[in-house]
């Protein structure tokens, strides 16, 4: 794994030969089919409703209990608002600060609320922010213990809250950006949370294949070509543990485009773009492929630990959420999954391996009343 983080400028077979040093009888698995050459994302742009935070500072809202005697709430460990089914007046993203003027000071929501009662004033805090540093540990901890990027393997509900919180931060992104949003772009990321093909087959293809799984992926943007490069780390099952594949080109920064974030008919405005174009894919440290793969991505919301993307043009549900994190973090991970064996479980495959460091965050719980998701 020692060569996985050279200069993005170093020789081409340098970069990754090391880390896929031992994993040469997994190329037959990955013999690049015609559509690694060939995938594009394109499609038609529709309009559709988004989420979009307004407004800072605090506000006062009622919420009141349906006829069912429910609130319909779903909130995390630190009381941002992720569902709020039935009740208008509050946002994705609010996080509340007091119930009838009763600060919460750090107590759950469902602690402090009085069940008998039917109505309430919430004090939510709806200052930028402040709601995305809450969406976006909110987001992290839902992703943390998932065995691939996908969301597809999470419960319906899960699916739903994800992509709440996504489209949340996405309507926050114009009042939160940062000055550069390029320059805030640059770095190591891995993808945590996606929806589409890149979260199922990889970027590389190589996850398509049964019984290949993509478990990860690490894509490093950089400042001098070849500028580009994504790493993915694939479970097969055939051969009981983890192979390496890896593209490598360049990506350009474009200026922000609307794209279409569900399909509901919502757009998110964007803080950026890149053109992506990889020529080179390497299995095993060989060469399979030169033919070009482009990826076209808006880049909807970033900050200094959080990127999420969506297809410029395609699928409406399609969307990667990346974790800023280190060189040298990705290198041990990817270095302890290759020597990882694998083993089944519910007829899938796993690596029997700690949470990657990047994902640590011990102060973060997500709980709601009576261990349940959602606020009775």
């Known amino acids: 794994a020692r060569a996985l983080m050279m200069p993005l400028s170093s020789s081409p077979t340098g970069l990754l030969a090391a880390v896929m040093l031992g994993c040469g009888s997994s190329v037959r ?5 015609s559509a690694v050459s060939s995938v594009r994302i394109r499609a038609p742009i529709v309009r559709t409703s ?15 209990r ?41 107590r759950y929501l469902a602690r402090v609320i009085d069940a008998d009662a039917s109505e309430y004033t919430f004090t939510v805090d709806r200052e930028p922010s402040a709601c995305a540093r809450a969406l976006e540990g ?6 943390t213990d998932l065995e691939t990027p996908s969301v597809d393997v999470m419960e319906a509900e899960a ?42 087959a990889g970027l590389s293809g190589a996850g398509a ?31 009981g543990r983890h192979v390496v594949a890896a593209l490598k080109g360049s990506a350009e920064y474009e200026a922000p485009s609307p794209v279409l974030s569900g399909a509901d008919g919502a ?25 070009m793969l482009s990826v076209d991505r808006a880049c909807t919301y970033v900050s200094d630990q959080l990127r999420i993307t969506r297809p410029l043009h395609g699928d409406s549900g399609a969307f990667a959420c990346y974790w800023k994190t280190s060189p040298e973090d990705a290198q041990l991970e990817i270095g302890r999954l290759s020597e990882a064996q694998l083993y089944a479980s519910g007829g899938g495959m796993r690596a029997p391996e700690q949470p990657p460091r990047w994902a640590g965050r011990d102060d973060y719980e997500y709980e709601t009343d009576a261990g349940g998701s959602s606020i009775p």
């Open 29 to 33: 698995a990955f013999a690049p089919p």
């Open 267 to 291: 757009t998110a405005p964007g803080v950026g773009c890149t053109a992506e174009r990889y020529n080179r894919l390497e299995m095993a440290g060989a060469v399979v492929s030169t033919n």
């Open 209 to 239: 294949p049964a019984p290949c799984t993509l478990v990860a992926q690490w894509q490093n943007l950089g400042e001098s070509n070849p500028n580009a490069q994504v790493v993915e780390v694939i479970a097969d099952e055939d051969l």
């Open 50 to 64: 988004l989420l979009i935070m307004q407004g800072a500072g605090t506000a006062d809202v009622t919420v009141r």
């Open 138 to 143: 909110a987001l992290l901890f839902l992703g």
């Open 159 to 200: 699916q739903s809250r994800v992509a709440h919180v996504v489209r949340a931060l996405e309507g926050l992104a114009p009042a939160v950006a940062p000055a550069d949003a390029r320059a805030a772009s640059l770095g190591m990321w891995k993808l945590m949370l996606a929806r589409g093909t890149e979260a199922s």
């Open 66 to 106: 349906s006829a069912s005697g429910g609130l319909g709430l779903e909130v995390d460990a630190h009381n941002c608002v992720l569902g709020q089914s039935g009740q208008p007046e509050l946002m994705v993203g609010d996080v509340i600060k007091a119930v009838n003027g009763e600060p919460l000071a750090g």
